[in-house]
């Protein structure tokens, strides 16, 4: 039976024809099945649950099995044909475990990129939900009209394109900026906690709270708690943001584990997030999975304040640094 997976993928392998997930010390590849791999991954990591399912969704692909790879304003697809790979170095471990894939292109050779426009809002909403690799079977029926039809999205599909590379060299910059203090945020991390809650709001959290600091004791805190009715995937988050430069520790992670929270917490209804503007090393990714913290590192957070840059308020863009007119993009 085919699957429908979501995989978040670093753009090079894209290019490189596949999909890949972190566990930069693991090979999947010489695995038989996935219960002998999460029996390996337990003995390492004994809180490895929260990310069992992940990990499973990823091992047990299959070729035939279709993959959404979201991208700005748009998704890629893709169709598994199987070869498990291992590469430790690969973006420091980021995407250490691979998987061959064939992404779906229209005549002229470019790849296919729908956008998140002509998504039906169920779907859309769940790409919202920033897991690694999530199961999007619900939408089986959606996604293979897409595939149906690829060679129907050329004007927009190219349009898409032009949009993706302008999102490069926007994202390298905001994030340079971001890193060095070079915009006009409120210092001593309140601007990017009040940033985060405007992209939070934008994302249909009606109940987002920037917590006064040190909110429990010992090193328990978190910086932001934010509340959705209409978001069933994740409910409720709880936030530890960080503004640094360079890379951030797994301080924060002990600080987002120590913090008590009794309301349904578990990874259905309670998700707890590290977002950074900085990057992180390799172990201190994989001991985030291991806790079912979930991670949002410099580049990333780029990408998903670029996604929602049309809508900031004007206020927040000259913060930034950004322009708020309009201008034209390609020849």
Do not use: C
């Not at 029996?39 to 990823?58: G, I, M, N, T, Y």
């Amino acid at each position: 039976m085919t699957k429908y997976i979501l995989v978040r993928t670093p753009k090079a392998l894209i290019e490189q024809n596949k999909i890949g997930i972190g566990w930069s010390k693991v090979d999947f590849s010489q695995f038989t099945t996935a219960d002998d791999l999460i029996k390996e991954l337990k003995s390492e990591h004994p809180k490895f649950s929260r990310a069992r399912k992940q990990v499973k969704r990823f091992f047990n692909l299959k070729q035939g099995d279709v993959i959404v790879v979201p991208s700005y304003k748009s998704v890629l697809l893709a169709v598994v044909s199987g070869e498990k790979t291992f590469d430790p170095d690969f973006d420091d471990g980021h995407g250490a475990n691979q998987i061959s894939v064939n992404y779906l292109k229209q005549a002229n050779g470019k790849l296919l990129r729908i956008a998140r426009s002509d998504l039906t809002e169920g779907l859309e909403r769940r790409l919202r939900i920033r897991q690694t690799v999530a199961d999007l079977k619900d939408f089986s029926n959606e996604l293979d009209k897409f595939i149906a039809k690829k060679d129907k999205f050329s004007l927009k599909n190219e349009y898409l394109h032009i949009l993706a590379t302008e999102q490069e060299t926007f994202k390298d910059e905001l994030i340079k900026r971001l890193r060095h203090g070079k915009t006009r945020l409120d210092a001593g991390g309140y601007g990017l906690e009040k940033l985060i809650k405007e992209l939070l709001q934008l994302e249909g959290y009606t109940d987002v709270e920037i917590l006064s600091k040190k909110n429990q004791s010992g090193i328990a805190d978190v910086d932001i708690i934010a509340k959705s009715s209409s978001n069933p995937f994740a409910p409720t988050l709880l936030i530890q943001a960080k503004h640094h430069r360079g890379e951030t520790s797994a301080h924060a992670i002990k600080q987002l584990m120590a913090y008590e929270y009794n309301d349904n917490d578990d990874d259905a209804h309670v998700q707890r997030w590290m977002i950074t503007t900085a990057d992180i090393n390799n172990e201190t990714a994989e001991q985030a999975f291991t806790q079912g913290i979930h991670v949002m590192r410099g580049n990333t957070f780029a990408e998903w304040l670029f996604d929602h840059f049309e809508n900031l308020s004007d206020d927040t863009k000259l913060r930034l640094g950004v322009g708020v007119l309009p201008t034209f993009i390609g020849a």
